[in-house]
């Protein structure tokens, strides 16, 4: 009898030694362990901010669709809170009502919240928009910006691409231009919430 408890707590200890490695076999599944995002891509996803496929893949090249970004900065949010932030105009996301029996889509309470907190504009309707459309990077840099504003860190009279920059948010491409009408992929945006959430809650 006694065997088998230490044989178990072992097993239990084990387990739990070994949920890292789990974790990190999930995200560099697809994702080679030397690349360059490798550790904004693993502090962001350890923290619940960017998930992967339910494949178990994380598909880093792949074009960021625009309810994946609103979902994000939700989570993102989420953890600003936990780190002491909050945000003038946050609301519980259970309280939606204005997308509910409107427009089923999984993104859609996530919009609303970034609308009820001033971070995204309501035009066009969510009818007229299209969820699952391919972002820019403009489109992340204005949501990073007024992200920042909404925790009231810079000031109003700038652009986003302008704070952006400044604020190292955006990754640079290698010409040495940021390309703000091109796609955003996956692992820029996991670099860009990495850099917004040292930005904006810093560990510690």
Known sequence: MRKVAVITALAATLALACGGAWAQDYITQTVPPTARYMHDLEKVYALGIIEGYRDDTFRPDQIVERAEL????????????????????D??????????????HWGMEAWERLTKTYLADDRPVPIMMDFDAQIKRIEFAELAVALMRGYGMIPYDMTPAELAIGEDIMVRQPDGYFHFQSAMPRWELAVGLSRLLDAVAPMG
């Not at 609103?70 to 909050?86: K, Y």
């Not at 609301?91 to 089923?104: H, I, M, N, S």
């Open 91 to 104: 609301y519980q996301p259970y309280l939606a009502t204005y997308g509910r029996g409107f427009r089923d």
């Open 70 to 89: 609103w979902v994000a900065l939700n989570r993102f949010i989420d953890v600003s809170r936990m780190r002491g932030l909050e945000l003038p105009e």
